[in-house]
């Protein structure tokens, strides 16, 4: 499978201020990556496809201006928290889709979030 | 809307036996299939991906999938403690875009009693 990393692993931030978690995909190049979230013994909500070199798409009711993700190389997204709530705090989780590799998603290891 | 179901469990199987999980899906256009487990705290980890009718075996885990029925099961032989996790059914979603979309079940919480 794919190896995919995200950094920070975890973060603890004040309410109003923004946070940004990276996710690298290490040992190929990924033109679409995407951004989940998962609240406590929920399971996983997609929330963006983030595109290489485009804009993302983003699922309903999931805020653009909040959650900003940029998409600038074959090997990183990133994904800005803006202006985080307590209501945010979750388990954030990106995946990558290697080519040649049909719809098979692997998943990066995931960042917490707590914002207080 | 389409959408994945699951048991949400608890399921408690003993060591040894053989754990059956289930999934149904709503798209009768889906064509691929995945179980992922999640163990607490973490993020989920691929188990077994199925396109095509029937069993497909991988170790002490087989995949099975009736797309007539639009139902996916996941079998666990001999269960190990180390199989205790929550397993997550997805089903790809597919997209104007060429970029094909998971749905996952809510999942379900698997325990293995020693």
């Known amino acids: 499978g794919a190896v995919v990393s995200q950094h920070p692993s975890r973060v603890i931030c004040k309410s109003g201020t923004s946070v940004k978690i990276e996710c690298r995909s290490l040992?190929?190049?990924?033109?679409?990556m995407f951004w989940y979230r998962q609240f406590p013994k929920q399971s996983l909500m997609l929330m963006a496809t983030?595109?290489?070199?485009?804009?993302?798409?983003?699922e309903q009711g999931v805020e653009k201006d909040k959650f900003l993700i940029n998409h600038a190389s074959l090997t990183l997204s990133t994904l800005t928290v803006t202006s985080a709530h307590p209501e945010d705090s979750s388990f954030y989780i990106c995946?990558?889709?290697?080519?040649?590799?049909?719809?098979?998603?692997?998943f990066g290891p995931g960042t917490r979030l707590l914002v207080l | 809307q389409k959408e994945v179901e699951q048991n949400s469990g608890p399921l408690s199987v003993p060591e040894g036996a053989i754990a059956s999980l289930n999934c149904t899906y709503s798209d009768r256009g889906s064509q691929s299939f995945f179980w992922y487990r999640q163990y607490s705290g973490k993020s989920p980890e691929l188990i077994m991906s199925?396109?095509?009718?029937g069993d497909k075996e991988d170790g002490r885990f087989t995949a099975q999938l009736n797309k007539a029925s639009q139902y996916v099961s996941l079998l666990i032989r001999d269960s190990q403690p180390s199989d205790s996790a929550t397993y997550l059914c997805a089903v790809n979603e597919d997209t104007n875009f060429g970029n094909e979309k998971l749905t996952f079940g809510t999942g379900t919480r698997l325990t293995i009693i020693p």
């Open positions: 199925i396109y095509s009718n």
């Open positions: 040992d190929f190049q990924a033109t679409t």
């Open positions: 983030s595109n290489e070199g485009s804009k993302a798409t983003y």
């Open positions: 995946s990558v889709n290697p080519s040649g590799s049909g719809e098979t998603q692997y």
